[in-house]
């Protein structure tokens, strides 16, 4: 008798707390359904939550307490009016833009989606959206703002999570991903790029920009007809629309790179090998795999992609450029000259290139200096003297408009200025020396 009481006693416990759970749950869904939630109701909803979650058995309780829990922060956000402080006014809203906030919040309403798309029973399908659609936009703010701030790994988890809440968007991914490289958080950032290999994503697409008449600057708009709206209703102007280039070259080369970072060398080849096959027509794939192998110092397989690069696009000037400094570096002068003059010929104003060939041609004085102080007092050796000094004196001049050009590209890159006043001096070019020192 005794043990059936005790476990009589404990069903009449569960039931209890079961009644109880059901009427907090409807409590709650009754305050949700009001147009504004603010005030004793919104105390009043927080601690019907905090006393409803412990209790919920059944799926769907389990379900909707987390929904009405995940929705706290937002609820609080909404209830923010013009009589708080501006303290109160930040302390409600940040509590929504946290990543843990978002991230939960992501969570609780996926898992509704998900189990009102089960049961076939739309309880808050449509409720759901609407928010997500509503504060997506603040959200994105928040994670912008971090970034700003330089606190990559918190802009990098709310994006992520922002992702989460809306998989069509997977622009966010692709930022969070960026955001978690900048952070160091290679884990992370690989996790995010492999899901974005997955996805098969590539970021192409068109900007639509139209200015705005009143405050000058360009905006943005979702749709052609949105911004055609805008156009003919006379607020903007100047419609443009701005191509979206591939990212897949991007993913793959990070993947690549964090691999190496990580000392997975084979797997960093592997990975771009497999992407180039999988995407044979895109060019900024083959960069990726050059970029690869120049990290590795394997710089004959660099240059040989880098040329396949520029079969397809011959003037990419920052291509050549590296092959005259591949050249240089190689001690393959000629070559190196070759590929500087070539990007000089393709960007007049490219001021590396004007740089390094200058120096290029520096490097070949010290075979004059060094034969010149090896002469004597000779006659023959006077004509020598004076054929290298004459040899000198030519190699000088061929250097000089590149310096020059340097530094009017850049007045106040000191190495350009420094290197230029050493040929003045040279050529005994007195008054532009002067000139050049006194605006050092």
């Known amino acids: 008798m005794k043990i059936k009481h005790i476990v009589l006693t404990a069903s009449i416990l569960v039931s209890v707390s079961t009644f109880a759970q059901k009427e907090e749950l409807k409590a709650l869904k009754k305050i949700y359904a009001k147009e504004e939630i603010k005030g004793k109701d919104l ?3 927080k601690d019907l939550v905090s006393k409803v979650e412990p209790l919920a ?3 769907s309780d389990k379900i909707y307490a987390n929904f009405y829990k995940v929705m706290t922060p937002v609820l609080e956000s909404l209830a923010v009016d013009k009589t708080m402080t501006p303290v109160q006014i930040q302390a409600a809203l940040m509590k929504l833009a946290s990543p843990k906030a978002i991230t939960d919040l992501a969570t609780g309403l996926n898992a509704t989606l998900d189990f009102e798309k089960k049961t076939g029973k739309k309880v808050y399908t449509d409720d759901i959206n609407e928010t997500i659609t509503s504060f997506k936009p603040e959200l994105l ?7 700003n701030s330089k606190k990559y790994k918190e802009a990098s988890e709310i994006l992520y999570s922002i992702y989460l809440l809306d998989k069509k968007d997977q622009d966010n991914l692709f930022d969070a991903a960026s955001y978690a490289v900048n952070a160091l958080d290679y884990d992370k950032a690989l996790d995010y790029y492999n899901q974005l ?10 900007l639509l920009w139209a200015t705005n008449k009143a405050s000058g600057k360009e905006e943005t708009f979702n749709t052609k007809n949105e911004r055609d709206i805008y156009v003919k209703s006379g607020t903007h102007e100047k419609p443009r629309d701005q191509k979206l280039p591939s990212q897949k070259g991007e993913i793959y080369k990070n993947i690549a790179l964090i691999l190496i970072e990580k000392g997975r060398i084979e797997e960093a080849k592997a990975a771009v090998a497999e992407a180039r096959k999988a995407n044979p027509n895109d060019k900024s794939l083959i960069l990726t795999e050059a970029e690869l ?3 590795l110092n394997d710089f004959d397989t660099y240059t040989r992609l880098v040329n396949e690069a520029l079969a397809n696009d011959p003037n990419n000037v920052d291509l050549v450029y590296n092959l005259g400094v591949i050249s240089s570096d190689g001690n393959k002068l000629e070559d190196a000259e ?5 990007a000089l010929e393709i960007d007049p104003n490219y001021f590396n290139a004007n ?3 200058a120096e290029l041609k520096l490097r070949g004085d010290e075979k004059f200096v060094t034969e010149m102080n090896k002469l004597g007092t000779s006659e023959k050796d006077n004509k020598r003297y004076e054929v290298l000094k004459a040899e000198r004196e030519k190699n000088f001049k061929s250097i000089l408009p590149y310096l020059e050009k340097a530094v009017e590209i850049k007045p106040d890159n000191d190495a350009a200025k420094r290197t230029l006043l050493s040929v003045y ?12 020192k006194a605006k050092m």
């Open 141 to 147: 703010q928040a994670a912008k703002a971090l970034g």
């Open 425 to 436: 001096n040279a050529l005994e070019m007195t008054d532009k020396y002067k000139a050049l």
């Open 355 to 357: 740089l390094n060939l």
């Open 338 to 342: 070759k590929y500087y003059k070539r």
């Open 57 to 59: 058995v059944e799926e």
């Open 293 to 295: 192998y120049y990290k």
């Open 197 to 206: 290999k997955i996805l098969n994503y590539t970021g192409e697409g068109t």
């Open 43 to 45: 105390v009043e909803y």
